[in-house]
């Protein structure tokens, strides 16, 4: 019997021990709970029990308000500030990229079906980069030739513009371009700026377009043609294109328009990492070759020739001097 009862004794002890323990609990989940969840909990405690307060904690989540101070609401908190911060650098980010797109080339409706028939012309070559065809369907080639040749404007055909430099043809213009597989952010050097027709062809691609042409006014017209057009990005240097821009370096892209008798290490030098050159290699009477010339990542640079052409040459004076 004394055991019974000392059993009973211990029983109840227990019983209150877990009672205590019970509303020990009961306290530290109400003061864990944020304060517009604690009527609700509180009315669920009051119903089903303490131990019922689980779901009530589950229903926290979703239900809370935005900054309440809970950890996982400051955390989130954070989460956003940091996203926004993000958000933010990504807008700044966003807004250079728009800086850049805000250059939109200059856009001419007058004789655009002679264009659209000069890009059918290119294309039958098989060039077929759309991209590339549009530049040649954007810029109005009429506007970069003598007056007396404004009727053979948009032949596939070079035309001369004057001190005995030609304006190249059009195909040529085409896929010496394509060769350069330009992006928005390309810096692009062109040696031989002539009239200015090409350097307005890359602006299509990238804003960052730098010219140099060896004939004085040949520089001087082709600037005042690509203003007075609207290609005002396009930065025109009237100097020795053998040495290339060196301030302006390194380009991932180098066109150049007049033929060399070798590759100008200059240019090379010049030539970014990753970056490609178009160029026509050999003597004024010789046969020449369009080459591509491209560095990869490791500087190393290798050349291969595209095709046979024939350019102006590339010269070491100013013929108007
Ligand atoms: N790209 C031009 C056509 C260029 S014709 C256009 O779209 O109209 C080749 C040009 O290269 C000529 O104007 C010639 O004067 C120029 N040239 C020749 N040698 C040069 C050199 N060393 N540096 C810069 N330009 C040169």
């Not at 010496?176 to 090409?198: A, C, F, N, P, W």
């Not at 010219?211 to 600037?223: G, H, V």
């Not at 821009?245 to 991932?252: Q, Y």
């Amino acid at each position: 019997m004394a055991r019974e009862r000392r059993c009973a004794k211990g029983l109840g002890k227990w019983a209150l021990a877990i009672g205590a323990l019970l509303l020990v609990a009961a306290a530290l989940l109400f003061n864990s709970i944020p304060g517009d969840l604690r009527g609700e909990v509180q009315e669920e405690n009051r119903e089903g029990g303490p131990e019922e307060s689980a779901p009530a904690s589950e229903a926290e989540a979703p239900d809370r308000a935005p900054g309440e101070p809970s950890d996982p609401g400051e955390t989130q908190g954070a989460d956003k500030e940091q996203g926004d911060a993000k958000e933010e650098e990504q807008g700044a980010g966003e807004e250079e990229e728009v800086e850049e797109e805000e250059w939109s080339p200059p856009r001419f409706e007058e004789r655009q079906a002679e264009r659209d028939k000069m890009v059918r012309v290119i294309r039958a070559y098989g060039l077929a980069d759309q991209a590339v065809l549009d530049a040649m369907a954007a810029v109005p080639r009429h506007k970069f030739v003598l007056a007396k040749h404004q009727s053979h404007a948009h032949d596939d055909t070079p035309l001369p513009i004057g001190y005995g430099q030609t304006i190249s043809q059009p195909y040529i213009v085409a896929e010496m371009t394509r060769r350069l597989k330009l992006t928005k952010d390309s810096r692009v050097l062109e040696i031989g700026t002539g009239s200015g027709y090409q350097a307005a062809v890359l602006t299509e691609f990238t804003p960052q377009v730098y010219t140099i042409e060896i004939i004085k006014p040949l520089a001087d017209s082709a600037r005042r043609r690509l203003k007075g057009l609207g290609y005002t990005v396009v930065k025109v240097r009237h100097a020795d294109g053998y040495y290339g821009w060196a301030e302006e370096a390194p380009f991932d892209a180098i066109i150049v328009t007049c033929a060399a008798g070798q590759i100008p290490p200059p240019l090379i030098k010049q030539l970014a990492r990753g970056g490609r050159m178009v160029i026509p290699v050999g003597g004024p009477f010789a046969t020449q070759t369009l080459m591509l010339v491209e560095k990869d990542e490791e500087g190393k640079v290798r050349s291969r020739s595209l095709m046979g052409v024939r350019f102006v040459p590339l010269r070491r004076r100013d013929v108007s001097e």
